[in-house]
């Protein structure tokens, strides 16, 4: 069954360096999102990528975050300069056209 | 999206169907009721979803009130690997718009016991 694939499982970064977090979606899906989970609390939305291009972001996406489809097969979120309250799970999913979305297994980030 | 109200926690026993509600009393005609579920710190996972028919997969089947107000996820033969925490989300399918995001809201806390 075809998965989402997300690297590395853990990652760990001092404060202030960039990190840039994989995802391998689904090959035939159209849509890409991220999302993060701060341990104990809820799953948070954090942006939609469809067509190149971002196509809703969060409050939380702001210009310290970036995503970026460098080839047919990636899609990366890129932290510029991570900060303590940036440690959480990454969670990357994908859909098709106007079905569900699927999850990786996330990135757990832990910044020191 | 509407919001969504689920009980903080339940517990099921092993091998008997758990009955997971969620209320939506203010979902909107072109809103569909999304299951998903998470175990322990797993990405979420997709069980269901129905818009006004009730509707079953080889996981779950769910139930849609006639005034789609609220909703019953239904697991016929719960297993330990079942426990979870499982969400009910209300969400746009309009793909035209941004409003194919999911949010997430507590859930219900699903302890499984032998």
């Known amino acids: 069954e075809p998965e989402v694939t997300q690297t590395p499982s853990h990652q760990v970064t001092q404060m202030g360096q960039e990190v840039i977090l994989r995802c391998v979606p689904i090959?035939?899906?159209?849509?890409f999102y991220w999302y993060r989970q701060i341990l104990g609390q809820k799953v948070e939305f954090l942006v939609s990528f469809y067509n190149n291009e971002i196509s809703e972001k969060s409050e939380i996406f702001d210009d310290q975050f970036s995503v970026e489809r460098p080839d047919g097969s990636n899609f990366t979120l890129k932290i510029r300069s991570t900060k303590l309250e940036d440690s959480a799970m990454y969670f990357c999913?994908?859909?098709?056209?106007?079905?569900?979305?699927?999850f990786g297994q996330g990135t757990r980030l832990t910044v020191v | 999206d509407a919001k969504t109200t689920q009980p903080p926690s339940m517990d099921c026993a092993e091998g008997r169907a758990a009955n997971l509600p969620c209320n939506h009393s203010?979902?909107?005609?072109?809103?569909?009721v999304y299951w998903y579920r998470q175990i322990h710190s797993q990405g979420p996972q997709y069980i269901i979803h129905?818009?006004?028919n009730n509707e079953t997969n080889e996981m779950a089947s769910l139930i849609i009130t006639e005034d789609r107000k609220s909703s019953t996820l239904i697991l016929p033969h719960a297993t330990l690997r079942d426990t979870a925490v499982y969400y009910c989300?209300?969400?746009?399918?309009?793909?035209?718009?941004?409003?194919?995001?999911?949010?997430f809201g507590g859930g219900t806390r699903v302890l499984v016991k032998p």
């Open positions: 999913a994908s859909s098709e056209e106007y079905t569900e979305a699927f």
């Open positions: 989300i209300v969400r746009v399918a309009d793909y035209s718009t941004a409003g194919n995001k999911l949010t």
């Open positions: 090959s035939n899906h159209l849509y």
């Open positions: 203010t979902i909107s005609g072109n809103e569909y």
């Open positions: 129905g818009l006004k």
